[in-house]
T-cell receptor, first 115, second 110 residues
Framework: NAGVMQNPRHLVRRRGQEARLRCSPM?????VYWYRQLPEEGLKFMVY????????ESGMPKERFSAEFPKEGPSILRIQQVVRGDSAAYFC?????????????FGPGTRLTVT | GENVEQHPSTLSVQEGDSAVIKCTYS??????FPWYKQELGKRPQLIID?????GEKKDQRIAVTLNKTAKHFSLHITETQPEDSAVYFC?????????FGGGTRLMVKP
């Protein structure tokens, strides 16, 4: 059973470009969470999705950031018009389908560098 | 929202000694209390967790204790080894998310 997959592992974008980060949850998991980690800090919750639904986006910046988890394919975190402050490690995590489980397993992360 | 604090922020121990990291939280609705270990440049790894109906849980050299009344839980590592060196995060669950503490950098000196 493959773990949580993320790609790309490293992404370099110039200011003003768009960044697309992908996350494939573990098999049997339909809950996906995105977190952002700045250097020397803890992870900060961004958004929680289930298939085709955004459940909680209370941690998402109001502008430029969006997330989706379509019926088929990976979850995608999209950052439009990136700025230097978006440089960070972005981790996704997934949790099992059965009700009541909040164990989260993390992917390897995407390290975004904005130049 | 949940406020989470970890202490200490850095901890240096001699190999073979014990290490204890404490996490305090604010949301009384929190019902799941995991600890994650993160090595440099790697993903956070779940090392142990406890649910609110249990006071203590042990897995070999690591243990977690929970005091719901006081709203804190602690990670205990015994017989520390150099490979235990990493940053450790508590991340109590409330609502729809884990809220991570600021992390504790543990250094185990051989």
């Amino acid at each position: 059973n493959a773990g949580v997959m993320q790609n790309p592992r490293h992404l370099v974008r110039r200011r003003g470009q768009e960044a697309r980060l992908r996350c494939s949850p573990m098999k049997g998991h339909s809950h996906v969470y995105w977190y952002r980690q700045l250097p020397e800090e803890g992870l900060k919750f961004m958004v929680y999705l289930q298939k085709e639904n955004i459940i909680d986006e209370s941690g998402m910046p109001k502008e430029r950031f969006s997330a989706e988890f379509p019926k088929e394919g990976p979850s995608i975190l999209r950052i439009q018009q990136v700025v230097r402050g978006d440089s960070a490690a972005y981790f996704c995590a997934s949790s099992p389908d059965w009700g009541g489980s909040n164990e989260q397993y993390f992917g390897p992360g995407t390290r975004l560098t904005v130049t | 929202g949940e406020n989470v604090e970890q202490h200490p922020s850095t901890l240096s121990v001699q190999e073979g000694d014990s290490a204890v990291i404490k996490c305090t939280y604010s949301d009384s609705a929190s019902n799941y209390f995991p600890w994650y270990k993160q090595e440099l440049g790697k993903r956070p790894q779940l090392i142990i967790d406890i649910r609110s109906n249990v006071g203590e849980k042990k897995d070999q050299r690591i243990a977690v204790t929970l005091n719901k009344t006081a709203k804190h839980f602690s990670l205990h590592i015994t017989e520390t080894q150099p490979e235990d060196s990493a940053v450790y995060f508590c991340a109590p669950w409330a609502g729809n998310m884990l809220t991570f503490g600021g992390g504790t950098r543990l250094m185990v000196k051989p």
